[in-house]
């Protein structure tokens, strides 16, 4: 299968238009690749789609796959108390940076989001009672995801890194298998990405626990800001956040 690549080459992206595109093809259940920050994501949001993303990588069956979706979404899902809801919408709406939390939800009354999906896709997107939806930077993507929260079903977007499997992020789309561009209907692409030179997804963060899982790209910089602006929640938490052996700075506070 030959894929639609948006903008044409030769064209400057046009963020509204090629937003509405994607949105229309995972409401008909079709599969894309989408530019993030930190690397080309395969996306879909139905059932069939997941699989055609699963076969495409060669991803084992069972495997789990992401959420990526909006502040509201994290806010309608996951159960935070008001203090952390403040601290993720400073870190991802005010500052722009894409983070993946982790959060648990109500597994007795499930979010409305999630009591729409098929008993196979909600496996497959929670782990127990917690549920991982990254909030990404980036007009396009915050654009897509405003398409779905005004859906009328509740579209959810569900989204992995556009590789083989083991294979690492790819920050253009020429570098793609193409294994992976021949599996789906479309590719939005606008060139190299933001954090190439990390060569790394994004942060991982266990809300509830302040705990990060992956020290992704930017990791640094999400380090300061949790220290500057929320100490009182690590402190709460009875935690501290490591440096990342990679990128070492002081600090906040702590001349160099």
Known sequence: ???????????????????????????????????????????????AGVQRIFAAKGRRQGHNIGIIGTYRQHREIHMLPEAKFEMTRVLTEDSG??????????????????????PTTLSQVTQ?????????????????????????????MFGTSANR????????VEDIDPV????????VDYGLQKWHLYGRGGVNFDAENMRVLRMGAGYEIFRDRIIRWFPH????????????????????????
Not at 233 to 256: F, M, N, T
């Open 165 to 172: 499997t083991g294979q690492g992020q790819q920050f253009r």
């Open 97 to 118: 940076m894409i983070v993946g939390i982790i959060a648990k939800f109500d597994t007795k009354r499930l979010p409305p989001r999630l009591a729409r999906l098929d």
């Open 1 to 47: 299968m030959t894929p639609r690549i948006i903008p044409e080459a030769g064209n400057a992206p046009n963020v509204s238009y090629d937003a509405q595109q994607a949105y229309s093809i995972l409401k008909s259940g079709g599969v894309i690749i989408v530019p993030t920050d930190v690397g080309y994501a395969l996306m879909a949001s139905t059932q």
């Open 233 to 256: 929640l690590l402190e709460e938490a009875g935690v501290s956040l490591d440096k990342d052996p990679e990128h070492r700075i002081s600090d906040p506070g702590v001349r160099c």
């Open 128 to 156: 127990g009672d917690t549920v991982s939806i990254a909030v990404p930077e980036g007009p396009f993507l915050r654009e897509l995801g405003q398409l779905c929260d005004a859906d009328p079903e509740g579209l959810l």
């Open 180 to 187: 992976v561009i021949a599996s789906v209907d479309l590719v």
